[in-house]
């Protein structure tokens, strides 16, 4: 028995040798892995590519041909790249940095990805993978996201996480940072979940690089990308089928009509996850998509509520109502309809200036008590309004 | 043998220099050798000054003539000599008697049948000559005149001069119809639709003499708000006239027969030379944009397009009002104190970066402000955001208040900037701000707390205070600043580095 075990882990660390292998030459990408290792095994691709037999395996052939047109130049080049290339020490070199290497089949490999329709044959990770077993939601959105967005992910966050729910995300700036950032530093509760498009090694944007080390640390990061990978463009949309893959539902915050969350919601409506989408105001371009998204059928999301109950877990938790509420400073006049404009979306000076028909002295008291309470915040020129207030700054009367 | 000194002067920088030319005539292998650190243009005297003495009259002496160009340590450029040298010949030459150019000093090209013709930068040279009475080209003599000093006599060949000095003719008499102003100066700040933040940080620009950096898309009017810049500005008073006046004519322009009184305004494009806009060059020395903009405004449209050395060289002029340039023979210093106004576009997208609808990649948001170093984008007090006025605001909207009233502002908020003792609010020093701007409690807190939110430099605080005291004096409130004068002053300060959105 144990001789039958161990030479069924032999097989399988050839396995995953090969499938890392395969995975670090330009041009096969996680379609052609699957349907290599699908067919004879990887291992097997990987030697008949190493031995000049690329031609014998059809998803190669079939890589090379969409990828290049013309087929036998194509197979050469990978030929040519496999030559150099040590699969057994990539294996080692990934293990050295502590990263768990999972190939698709074996008992370890995440349940909710194994049966997808565009599972990774392989697959990196660092830190818990016990957080798959919490209930999921994917909060994606815009890199470039206003001041509400962040604030609306970040809330979200800490709400699911609270709740035992774990969030999903791929690390991208503005929404998917807000979101991570939020929850990154706490324990218990729900945990981030980070999928990524580039090798685990490497944090992008690199500003991210803190953020990177806290989910592999509080959480759970996850890619399919061997390490050394370009963020290459293709490697994004690609990583949003593997958020929408290990979510329960996906929350759209903010989104342009053409922004890449649009294609993590397609995947995870083609996995028949629910969508969700924070509704915006109907002018503002930063909510486009998500108004997009509810236009096609997605539940809007008023609260944490909505996202719970979307996910079979809102019986359970009685929701609250959100203390801060009653507590947020309320406005009237000039300064409410200084708010009621910051509404639509991010303003200059001389827009308010020009829409509320005020001088711009006048407009600029108006915007220092608004800052002052923390219902607005300035970001270069722009004015945005803000979820709550921030601090603990008071109306105070001028002296 | 005969020996003559002529005074003359020539221009290098903005600044006259007086040459004496010296000439020698002897016995010798007959020719004209110039000495004295000539420049090519200024060699080249010795063929213009043969033809030019035949065609005039005089004939050209079979001796050996030697030409001195005293102090012989300085090089001597350009072609202002030409008259002095042929005059000296004739003297020399005993065509002329010593005591008919006795306090005379001589300026002036000339062509090799004779004329005089007219010379750049006539304003400093005349203005460095010492004695009584110059001869001119009657092209220059307008300019010249400007100056108070020398008597100007003005002479159109040298013929004409020949006659004069011999006493055949009486001195000419030119006439000098006065040159037509240059047209198309009044640029109104009425004509611009909208924009009323950009028009007030245009005012307080004017007022307090803040730099201003306009970030907006292209279209937006830029060029069209800092064009109307200069008309908001006092006019010279007569020295800095006189000022901008000697640079302008050093730089080779003709002042059309008048001090230059309205602030100029150069807009040099982003492509030009290093050389062009600082000065230098050539031995002359001339003055570049940054001197010629002088006592006006410089204008610099897409500035993170002009290359890092450019606007590195102007961290100098900002500081101290002139610029320095040295080469391996000479230096010089330039005035160049100007208003500086700068535009640029926030992003290529043309959003201008407006969170949750730019869609510049944060790389090239990066990259694209990187261009700009921090010290340099500290020297604009006002940073504005210029947007696309709306298509109502363009066909529907009401004229906006015209230059006019808008200078009244400035020019008495100007009047209570001297009463402190400086030209403009922007030079109260830091130890006076206390003094001339203090603020109130609330003001206090709200600049405390921007302060604490690291939003603000100790630095960039004087700065808000210098801008919110112009903003106060512009308001007619002359006690301390209140929190709504430094909260537009904070207002009107926008981070450009921080692009929006990617605040992380």
């Keep these: 028995v144990t001789a039958t075990e161990g030479a069924r882990a032999t097989g399988l660390r050839r396995e995953k040798a090969a499938l890392i292998a395969l995975a670090s030459i330009e041009g096969i990408g996680p379609a052609t892995l699957l349907a290599c290792q699908a067919a004879c095994g990887a291992a097997d691709a990987w030697s008949s590519l190493q031995a000049g037999r690329g031609a014998e395996v059809e998803a190669l052939v079939h890589a090379a041909a969409l990828r290049w047109k013309r087929e036998p130049e194509a197979l050469a080049r990978f030929r040519r790249d496999a030559a150099g290339m040590d699969a057994d020490a990539l294996l080692a070199r990934h293990e050295a940095a502590g990263q768990r290497v999972l190939a698709i089949g074996e008992p370890t490999y995440p349940a909710r990805l194994r049966d997808d329709h565009a599972a990774p044959a392989i697959l990196f990770a660092e830190g818990s993978l016990d957080r798959l077993d919490d209930p999921t939601v994917a909060i994606v959105g815009t890199r470039n996201a206003t001041r509400l967005g962040r604030e609306t992910a970040a809330s979200l966050a800490v709400e699911l996480a609270d709740r035992g729910v774990s969030v999903v995300s791929g690390l991208a700036l503005g929404i998917d940072a807000a979101a991570h950032e939020a929850i990154a530093s706490r324990s218990g509760g729900g945990a981030p979940i980070g999928a990524i498009a580039t090798g685990l090694e490497r944090a992008y944007p690199r500003r991210h690089q803190r953020l990177h080390r806290q989910v592999a640390e509080a959480g759970l990061l996850l890619s399919e990308s061997p390490i050394g990978s370009e963020p290459s463009r293709w490697r994004f949309p690609a990583r949003n089928r593997i958020i929408a893959a290990l979510s329960d539902a996906v929350v759209v915050v903010e989104s342009r009509s053409a922004g890449g969350s649009m294609l993590t919601a397609a995947e995870a409506v083609a996995r028949d996850r629910p969508v969700l989408a924070v509704p915006g105001h109907p002018t503002s371009p930063a909510s486009a998509g998500a108004l997009d998204l509810i236009a096609d059928g997605a539940i809007p999301v008023r609260d944490v509520t909505d996202v719970l109950v979307a996910i079979g877990c809102g019986g359970r938790h009685p929701i609250e109502e959100r203390p801060d509420v009653a507590d947020r400073p309320t406005v009237s006049g000039a300064a409410a309809r200084v708010l009621e404009a910051l509404d639509a979306g991010p303003r200059t000076l001389g827009e308010l200036v020009l829409g509320g028909r005020m001088e711009i002295e006048g407009t600029s008291t108006v915007l220092v008590e608004l800052e002052e309470l923390g219902l607005v915040v300035r970001s270069g020129a722009w004015f945005e309004r803000t979820g709550r207030p921030t601090g603990a700054a008071r109306a105070r009367p001028d002296r | ?504």
């Excluded at chain 2, 003499?209 to 898309?217: A, E, K």
């Excluded at chain 2, 040295?326 to 104190?337: E, K």
Aim: aromatic content about 2%; glycine content about 12%; overall charge neutral.
């Design chain 2, 1 to 504: 043998v005969g020996f003559a000194s002529i005074p003359s002067a020539i221009v290098v920088g903005v600044d006259g220099h007086r040459v004496a030319v010296e000439v020698h005539a002897a016995t010798g292998i007959p020719g004209l050798t110039i000495v004295g650190l000539p420049d090519a243009s200024c060699r080249e005297a010795r063929d213009r000054v043969r033809a030019a003495v035949l065609a005039g009259g005089g004939t050209w002496p079979s001796l050996r003539v030697t030409v001195n160009l005293a102090p012989s340590s300085t090089r001597k450029v350009g072609s202002a000599l030409d008259l002095a040298i042929a005059v000296g010949v004739l003297l020399a030459s005993g065509q002329l008697e010593p005591e008919v150019v006795r306090n005379l000093a001589f300026v002036g090209e000339l062509g090799l049948d004779g004329t005089v013709r007219p010379v750049p930068g006539i304003v400093p040279i005349v203005d460095a000559i010492a004695v009584d009475e110059v001869v001119v080209p009657v092209g220059s003599a307008t300019d010249a005149e400007l100056v108070e000093g020398p008597k100007v006599r003005a002479v159109a060949t040298l013929g004409e001069l020949l006659a004069a000095l011999r006493g055949d003719e009486p001195w000419p008499d030119h006439d000098r119809p006065p040159l037509p102003p240059v047209p198309g100066a009044a640029l109104d700040l009425s004509e611009v639709r909208g924009q009323p933040v950009v028009r007030k940080a245009l005012e307080i620009a004017a007022a307090g003499g803040h730099h201003l950096l306009m970030i907006g898309p292209p279209g937006a009017g830029k060029t069209m708000l800092a064009s109307r810049l200069p008309g908001l500005l006092p006019e010279l008073d007569r020295s800095s006239a006189m000022e901008v006046s000697r640079i302008h004519s050093a730089a080779g322009r003709s002042l059309r027969g008048g001090l230059i009184r309205r602030p100029p305004l150069r807009a040099p494009h982003h492509t030009a030379t290093m050389v062009a806009l600082i000065g230098g060059g050539t031995d002359a020395m001339r003055p570049g944009e940054v001197s010629m903009a002088h006592g006006g405004v410089l204008f610099l449209d897409e500035l993170a397009e002009f290359p890092p050395t450019v606007l590195d060289a102007l961290r100098q002029p900002l500081e101290e009002g002139v610029i320095r340039v040295n080469r391996a023979r000479f230096s010089a210093t330039l005035p160049a104190r100007f208003l500086l106004v700068a535009a640029m576009n926030p992003c290529p997208c043309g959003e201008a970066g407006r969170p949750g609808a730019c869609r510049c990649p944060d790389g090239v948001l990066v990259r694209y402000h990187r261009r700009l170093s921090g010290p340099l984008l500290d020297r604009f007090d006002l940073r504005v955001d210029v947007l696309r006025p709306e298509v109502e605001q363009l066909l529907g909207g009401e004229p906006g208040e015209g230059s006019m009233a808008v200078a009244a502002r400035v020019a008495a908020a100007r009047e209570l900037a001297i009463g402190r003792g400086v030209l403009a609010n922007a030079h109260l020093r830091g130890s006076e701000l206390d003094r001339w701007a203090p603020v109130t409690d609330r003001a206090h807190d709200l600049l405390a707390t921007t302060l604490r939110s690291g939003r603000l430099s100790a630095r960039g605080l004087d700065r808000v205070r210098r801008v919110a005291r112009t903003i106060a004096d512009l308001a007619g409130h002359d006690g301390a600043l209140t929190a709504s004068h430094v909260g537009t002053a904070l207002h009107l300060r926008a981070d450009v580095r921080l692009g929006a959105g990617v605040v992380a």
